[in-house]
């Protein structure tokens, strides 16, 4: 059974980090794309960053470029989200993803003074 689980979700003041992670079981993780995604109170869950397989590729939403830093471990199985200078509107329940399929249940991130 394939499972994801994120970790690492919390409440940090403007201009903080934290960093998401996400373990993965019950499939060749090594062999995916991972994503995470999120979504904020009232608006339409968005794609935040990817990365391939062999994480030589990783792509960013222009709202999070240069602040967030996705990764991974294939030895592990675990994908992370570095999140740095962060702001009000960084605000919402982040999710991981495998390609376009199985979601993880999601790890709230609060930014708030």
């Known amino acids: 059974q394939v499972q994801l689980v994120e970790s690492g979700g919390g409440l940090v003041q403007p201009g903080g980090s934290l960093r998401l992670s996400c373990a993965a079981s019950g499939l060749t993780f090594s062999s995916v794309t991972m994503n995470w995604y999120r979504q904020a109170p009232g608006k339409e869950r968005e794609l935040v960053a990817s990365?391939?397989?062999?994480?030589?590729?990783?792509n960013y939403a222009d709202s999070v470029k240069g602040r967030f830093t996705i990764s991974r471990d294939n030895v592990k199985k675990m994908v992370y989200l570095q999140m740095n200078s962060l702001k009000p509107e960084d605000t919402a329940v982040y999710y991981c993803?495998?390609?376009?399929?199985?979601w993880g249940q999601g790890t709230q991130v609060t930014v708030s003074s």
């Open positions: 990365i391939a397989s062999d994480a030589g590729t990783t």
């Open positions: 993803r495998i390609g376009r399929g199985t």
